[in-house]
Nanobody, 125 residues
């Protein structure tokens, strides 16, 4: 019933860009804070970015700040992650997630209520 579907992943050369999209259904999208996480093989799921209402409420991991931008279009039930200046260490499966409580622990994946299936991002060196 509640579904998040990521798209836009792929293979890109270091220094290149990708834009990930996450389309939501079965939720009142505008009342959810939305986040992006990523997980590389053998590593824990890692916080990437989160947005509540607009870019003014966004937060980023130090590793991506200045390179990635999270945004949302509520009328389309969609959240985006623009990724620029990609590095090989950005290689991971990227997951979209929804948080209905606007929790303070937004960097913790356990805070989120709904998850997408993920999309693979591979950055070649």
């Amino acid at each position: 019933q509640v579904q998040l579907v990521e798209s836009g992943g792929g293979l890109v050369q270091a220094g290149g860009s990708l834009r990930l999209s996450c389309a939501a259904s079965g939720v009142t999208f505008s009342i959810y804070a939305m986040g992006w996480f990523r997980q590389a093989p053998g590593k824990e799921r890692e916080f990437v970015a989160r947005i509540i209402w607009s870019s003014s409420s966004s937060a980023y991991a130090d590793s991506v700040k200045g390179r990635f931008t999270i945004s949302r279009v509520n009328a389309k039930n969609t959240v985006y992650l623009q990724m620029n200046s990609l590095k090989p260490e950005d290689t991971a499966v990227y997951y979209c997630a929804a948080d209905r409580n606007y929790g303070l622990r937004y960097r913790d994946y356990l805070e989120y209520d709904y998850w997408g299936q993920g999309t693979q991002v591979t950055v070649s060196s």
